[in-house]
């Protein structure tokens, strides 16, 4: 019978990783304020939540296989601290945007070692 860390660290990345996706989903609705038809809004829609459906394909990928999940929201954090970087660099950096780093990278990276864990531990 697992232990209650065994299911924490089992369960924990797979229910983190669903609200992270719904989180990052919600940045799309701005789309309905650009007063586009609907169409418009449809491929604004589709276009914010790109990476809310990569996302997706991977924690269902992950959901079986841990390392994959470990890796992919790893190099989500690290994509999203360079995007940031890149537009820093472009000279379009403002001192909030490290909090921004830290709001969505921060919990990629939680997660990201959750899943290592739980890989780590051969939990199924």
């Known amino acids: ?17 669903i609200l992270f996706l719904l989180f990052l989903a919600t940045f799309s609705l701005d789309v309905f304020e650009e007063g586009l038809d609907f169409w418009g809004t449809l491929l604004g829609l589709f276009m914010h939540n790109i990476p809310v459906f990569v996302l997706a394909i991977v924690l ?30 472009r000279g379009n950096f403002e001192f909030y945007m490290i909090s921004w780093s ?7 990276f939680v997660i990201a070692v959750l899943f290592y864990a739980g890989w780590r531990k051969k939990l199924t």
């Open 102 to 108: 830290i709001i969505i990278a921060g919990p990629a």
């Open 60 to 89: 269902t990928i992950a959901w079986k296989r841990k390392l994959i999940g470990a890796i992919f929201y790893t190099l989500a954090g690290f994509a999203y601290i360079g995007l940031l970087t890149a537009n820093a660099v």
């Open 1 to 17: 019978m697992p232990s209650k860390l065994d299911r924490f660290i089992l369960w924990t990345p797979r229910i983190l990783s």
